[in-house]
Antibody
Framework: QVQLVQSGAEVKIPGASVKISCKASGYSFTTYYMHWVRQAPGQGFEWMGMVDPNTGKTNYAQKFQGRVIMTRDTSTGTVYMDLNSLTSDDTAMYYC????????????WGQGTLVIVSS | QTVVTQEPSLTVSPGGTVTLTCASSTGAVTSGYYPNWFQQKPGQAPRALIYRTNNKHSWTPARFSGSLLGGKAALILSDVQPEDEADYHCLLHYEGGWVFGTGTKLTVL
């Protein structure tokens, strides 16, 4: 069965970076784009960007350009999201979610990774 | 900055029907925005319900449907069940990326 398993919770100080992983299984890894979405406490969702695991091509939301890097490792079926220059506003639950390449159809989501930024 | 607006909260009686909408600050929502809808219950990851306006996933209950109504994307819940109480989020595609709606808290009472 399809599974997206994310890495565990992180606590970071302001100015630091965080790298979250999302390990995919149960399907052809390179067939589906992987998106990253976050949800601040008590807030709605915010789309951060996506990576095409087949090519490594990325598309980032303008808000995060210059501060986020999304990568993939096809040998392990894992995608990564690296966010730097963290502030307290980055405290949120971060999710990966897959989209069949170009289908504009989001289906499976990871379980979420809580990132807390605090001094 | 594009804003996608949903009703903050709605209440429906069990067995009733309710329509949740998703409006874009850029104008009328069309199929070209490829609306997706998600359900989220407290402490859980979102669950996909609808994609590309009106297509259901294999796990989507038949009582959920998607459409376009009055220039907005819509999620219609018929014969609402107590377990449908949740937050619902829409997602629209724009040139360059995606924007989530503000979310609707649905209460079944």
């Amino acid at each position: 069965q399809v599974q997206l398993v994310q890495s565990g919770a992180e606590v970071k100080i302001p100015g630091a970076s965080v790298k979250i992983s999302c390990k995919a299984s149960g399907y052809s890894f390179t067939t589906y784009y992987m998106h990253w979405v976050r949800q601040a406490p008590g807030q709605g969702f915010e789309w951060m960007g996506m990576v095409d695991p087949n090519t490594g091509k990325t598309n980032y939301a303008q808000k995060f350009q210059g501060r986020v890097i999304m990568t993939r490792d096809t040998s392990t079926g894992t995608v990564y999201m690296d966010l730097n220059s963290l502030t307290s506003d980055d405290t949120a639950m971060y999710y990966c979610a897959r989209e069949r390449g170009g289908s504009l159809n989001f289906d499976y989501w990871g379980q979420g990774t809580l990132v807390i930024v605090s001094s | 900055q594009t804003v996608v607006t949903q009703e903050p909260s709605l209440t429906v009686s069990p067995g009733g029907t309710v329509t949740l909408t998703c409006a874009s600050s850029t104008g009328a929502v069309t199929s070209g925005y490829y609306p997706n809808w998600f359900q989220q219950k407290p402490g859980q990851a979102p669950r996909a319900l609808i994609y590309r306006t009106n297509n259901k996933h294999s796990w989507t209950p038949a009582r959920f449907s998607g459409s376009l109504l009055g220039g907005k994307a819509a999620l219609i819940l018929s014969d609402v069940q107590p377990e449908d109480e949740a937050d619902y989020h829409c997602l629209l595609h724009y040139e360059g990326g995606w924007v989530f709606g503000t979310g609707t808290k649905l209460t079944v009472l």
